[in-house]
């Protein structure tokens, strides 16, 4: 039996413009709004990455943060 889907977590979450538009992108096109759609990626975490290319890419985030926060 499914377990009954409740968001019982509420965060702040700060994101860039482009992350928040790239959530609400997904979020349509799967028919979730952003609470459902970031519980689905984190639920689902390990099987909708690819863990070679998220280390380069998280690589590459911390490379960038310092200026990309000036």
């Known amino acids: ?16 413009e ?8 997904f979020a349509a096109s799967a028919g979730l709004d952003e609470g459902e759609a970031l519980s689905f990626l984190f639920e689902n975490f390990d099987s909708v990455t690819d863990t070679e290319l998220l280390t380069h890419r ?7 943060l310092e200026e990309r926060k000036r």
């Not at 039996?1 to 860039?16: E, G, N, W, Y």
């Not at 482009?18 to 992108?25: G, K, P, T, V």
């Not at 998280?58 to 960038?64: A, T, V």
């Open 1 to 16: 039996m499914p377990r009954r889907f409740r968001l019982t977590r509420r965060i702040p979450v700060a994101l860039t």
């Open 18 to 25: 482009d992350a928040y538009r790239r959530l609400r992108s």
């Open 58 to 64: 998280l690589r590459l985030f911390n490379s960038e």
